[in-house]
């Protein structure tokens, strides 16, 4: 499962200390039901990093399934006292695509 294979591997990258990796395919048009993901990651290895950065080091480690029909992702990274202050992610917003 696509789900459990992400967050395998953010857990085995990033030792986070907070960790969810949601399956939002059902909000998106279309027959895929792996495609559209939403991770929220929250470690000690962000800490001085801007972004961007997070970002890339995120896509890097996922160029896989990324590649293999993970067709969106979501990314929430912070570090454990941004998420103290943040203390959830967004709220992910309606699909705009998929004919709707």
Known sequence: MMQEQIETKLKQAFAPRHCVVENESHMH?????ESHFKVTL????????????RHQQV????????????????????????????GKPPDSPDCRGGGR
Do not use: I
């Open 29 to 33: 048009g279309g027959p895929a039901t």
């Open 42 to 53: 929250v470690s000690d290895r962000f800490e001085g990093q801007r972004a961007v950065h």
């Open 59 to 86: 896509y890097g480690l996922l160029a896989e399934e990324l590649d293999g029909g993970v067709h969106a992702l979501a990314l929430h990274l912070y570090t454990p006292e941004e998420w103290r202050e943040q």
